[in-house]
Every structure is written in C-alpha cells, then in structure tokens.
C-alpha cells in the first residue's frame, strides 16, 4: 500500500468498525461517534446484504467494502491495514451493533497517549453471563493472559500492535480476540484493561455466544490456537514482512 | 489369469483417467507430478501385480495385498494433509486479496461504484 490513501493527517487515532448487515445500529453509531472527537471513521462493510454501506456513508463515515465475508476479525484487520497504510498512530476497534459506548473511547487511548500500554482493551465484566465467566476463567488458565474481559471487542491499538495484527500472521485468525492476543503477548507487546461502559440492553448479545455449536466451535478452536502456543515465549526480535 | 485381466484393467483405467486430466489441463503443474506418479504406480502394479508379492516377501509381509493397502493409506493421509495445507494458504491469500481489494475501492468516490447491471 502507498502513501495515497493517507486521507487525515497522521497524528489522530482512527476509529475501525467492522459491520455485517448493522444498517439499524451503524448510522447512530458513526454519528455519536462523530460528534464526540474529530477522528476519521471506517466502517468496515463484512459483504452486508443489507444498507450498511449506505448508511455508513451517509452518516460520515469512509466505508471499505469486502467482497467476500471475511468475519469479524477478518473486517477489523482490513481496518487495521487501512490505518497502517495511514500511518495512524492508534486505532479504537467499536462494534457496530451500539453495544460499545463511545464516550469511553478517550479511557481507551489515554494509556496509549501515556505509553503505558500497546494495547488497550476495554472491560465491561458486568456484562458476562454465567457462561462466558466460565470461558474467561478457561481462557485466562489456558492462556496465563491476566485479562478480565478476554473477548472484549472494545479494544485501542498502538502503532506497533498494529503493525503486528495487519501482518500475514494474524490473516488466518476466525475470531478477534484471544489468538490476537496470544500474537500480541508473543511479540512482546504490552496489554492493558481499561474499565469502559457498555450498553446493557445490547450487551449480552453476542456472535458467539447464542447457540451451542457456535460456542463449541469457538471453544476448541480457540483451545486449540491456546495449547499450539504454550511454550512460546515472548519475542519482540522476530520480524514479518509489512505485506 | 482372470485377476490379471480384472488387475490391469483397474490401472489402466486410472492411469488413463489421470493422463486425460493432465492433458485436458485440469491439473494445475505440481499436482499433475503427483497425479502422474499415482498413474505410473497403478499401471505397473496393474500389469505386473506380482511385484506386490515380491515387496512383501522383501518386507517380511506375510500377505502381500495388505501391504499395498497400507502404502496407499499413508499416501492418502500425506496426500489429504498437504491439500489442508496448502488450503490454509489459499484461505490467507484469499483473505489478503479480498483486504487488498476494499482498501483500493474507498479510494474512488462512492457514486463511481459499478452501478448494478440493467434489469
């Protein structure tokens, strides 16, 4: 990627929202958004049969369309492409869905901005139903990762995380949150929890977490990805090609 | 003599079916060298179903078929786990492109879309 596509100045933290078939919740979304800083906002369009797109748009956010569905992750990695071919020096990760509230957006880059952290994740524990409590618990003694809400998509990335996530390594993830965090602890990055607000009513919906077989799928996979790395130490002195 | 007969007919007919899709060009140049191989394979062990007999004594088989059996077995398993490779980086790959692909559309302005094909 070339320096054309650089549409903002570097300087200002962008805002990634990946969106399949959201054109009831995306507009608001942008708009809130929009109205709380003066940061560029992507929509990632996951090959929504619906209006995402144009909704987006119209609300004042720059769409990028995938022609295929790639997932959630798959969405937010195109976003993170986007902002290292920017050059953007931070990138929030918002869901479309309305379940994350923007105001905490600012919680999310103050550790950034004050380089105590490469990575910010945004933690809402009120949210967890009993069995995510149970998955967390899984996934945190699995993983040994000492972070509350592990699939939290609410999350601020630095420059160098996202140099890491939108490299080759990370493109053949199927879920945004603990095999990108094992990559990131791999590199050595350093994760941080910021307490964030999340809307209630949305909240305990999840893409995972609503039928059994999804749940199963995503517990051995994600197992899987946890128990290949065990062993793995952090290792800042590996490099990747940028594309 | 009739096994002989069933025996040739059943590598011929492989070897033939795979040298047809070779050159039919349905296989793409690595997978054509492997295919090619198999068909090799099956015409001599077709033709001359004897050197099964002669392998197993060498391999201290006590009853040669099933020593075919196997080696075609652990061919399959090397076989089927190197398509899932090789699937896994087309799957990346295909990720990358469809990535690559939004990233160079949001440069042109919206209304510059290919509109939809007339009804």
Not at chain 2, 70 to 84: N, P, Q, R
Request: charged share 20%.
């Amino acid at each position: 990627m070339d320096n054309r596509m650089l549409m903002t100045p570097p300087g200002s933290p962008i805002i990634l929202i990946p969106a399949h078939n959201e054109q009831d919740t995306v507009g608001a979304v942008v708009q809130q958004i929009r109205r709380l800083g003066d940061w560029p906002v992507v929509v990632i369009d996951d090959c929504s049969s619906d209006d995402t797109a144009r909704v987006a748009r119209a609300a004042g956010a720059t769409v990028l369309p995938l022609a295929i569905q790639l997932g959630a992750w798959g969405a937010t990695q195109t976003g993170l492409r986007y902002a290292l071919a920017g050059g953007y020096p931070a990138a929030v990760t918002v869901d479309a869905d309305g379940q994350h509230d923007p105001a905490s957006i600012p919680d999310l880059l103050a550790p950034l901005a004050a380089g105590e952290a490469d990575v910010v994740i945004g933690a809402f524990p009120a949210r967890a139903s009993r069995n995510l409590r149970w998955a967390w618990a899984y996934f945190r003694l699995l993983t040994g990762l000492r972070i509350e809400d592990i699939t939290s998509g609410f999350r601020a990335y630095g420059a160098a995380a996202i140099a890491v996530l939108a490299s080759h390594e990370a493109s053949l993830l199927d879920y945004q949150d603990v095999g990108v965090l094992l990559i990131l602890r791999r590199k050595g990055l350093r994760l941080a929890e910021a307490p964030v607000d999340m809307n209630p009513r949305t909240a305990g919906r999840s893409r995972i977490f609503h039928s059994w077989w999804a749940v199963s799928r995503f517990l051995l996979q994600t197992s899987i990805l946890g128990i290949a790395r065990i062993g793995f130490k952090p290792a800042s002195d590996r490099r990747d090609d940028p594309d | 003599m009739t096994y002989h007969i069933t025996s040739a007919l059943l590598g011929l007919t492989i070897a033939f079916g795979i040298l047809f899709l070779v050159r039919r060009d349905h296989l793409h140049g690595p997978y054509a060298v492997w295919w090619l191989g198999v068909a090799v394979i099956a015409v001599l062990l077709g033709l001359f179903p004897h050197i099964t007999d002669w392998l197993a004594l060498r391999a201290g088989v006590g009853y040669p078929p099933i020593l075919v059996i196997v080696l075609g077995f652990g061919l399959l398993l090397i076989k089927i786990l190197t398509m899932d490779l090789e699937r896994s980086r087309q799957e990346r790959q295909i990720r990358r492109l469809a990535q690559r692909l939004a990233l160079l559309e949001v440069q042109r302005p919206p209304e510059t879309t290919p509109p939809d094909p007339p009804a």
